[in-house]
């Protein structure tokens, strides 16, 4: 039985996420969605479903791909363990992607710093790209299926996929009242995987992209990847 929507969260750090999904339970009543969790320690929930993840690790965006194998909601949502929802976010997000007209569409959450104000928005290559996104099942058919291209490891995919969205005339917008709040915990596991993968993606990033859309751009991530303004989103 298909459900309304599937949060997919890849996780190293267990009591980081057992916060997290009693975040999300609190926070989101009267929605009907599941939990994918890809790690190496067993999760309990009645909204859980668990892949065991072992090492030699892979990175998140092979984690995130996996639990999107086995979605069952009608849309699907990328998450972070290091991100904290807030009320009424799913149910927000759902009552705007039913809405969009153009397809393929992705929705992007809007997110806020703990103290309110906002973050970003970002873009590449003057393309706003969701961070942290939902797509519908029928969408992701137009994209081959597969949220992220496997050749990412752990970043800068977010960022291929919005442009393979604007690529087929597609369309990736904000949902302002769908708010996320990243908290990101700068400890041993993430600053491990940053330096393992960052540039590593970034490379598989530019390659990919940068001969069609870098025209007049240095070829580094800090001349693709910019803030824009509220008007150009």
Known sequence: MGREITIIIPSLREKLLQRRISEWEESN??????????????V????????????PF???VNATDKGCAIAQGKYIVYMS????PTKGCLRNIIEFMDKQKIHPFLGAFKMIKPNGSEIGP????????????CISKE????????????????????????????????????????????????DEIYKE?????????VDTFLGIWHGRLGF???????????????KEV
């Open 122 to 133: 970002f873009g590449v290559y003057n393309r706003f790209y969701a961070c942290y996104g």
């Open 58 to 60: 892979k990175g998140s």
């Open 193 to 201: 995987h940053r330096r393992l993968f960052f540039q590593q993606d």
């Open 29 to 42: 009543t009267g929605v009907d969605y599941e939990i994918i969790v890809i790690s190496p320690f067993q």
């Open 81 to 84: 363990d290091d991100v904290k």
């Open 44 to 55: 309990f929930g009645g909204k859980i479903t668990w892949i065991k993840d072992n090492p």
């Open 216 to 230: 007049g751009l240095e070829k580094n991530d800090g001349a693709v990847n910019k803030k824009l303004s509220i």
């Open 139 to 186: 969408d992701l058919m137009l994209l081959y299926g597969t949220l992220f291209k496997p050749s990412f490891k752990y970043s800068w995919a977010d960022c291929d996929l919005s442009l393979r969205i604007w690529d087929k005339k597609g369309e990736v917008k904000i949902c302002n009242n769908a708010i996320v709040i990243p908290e990101q915990e700068n």
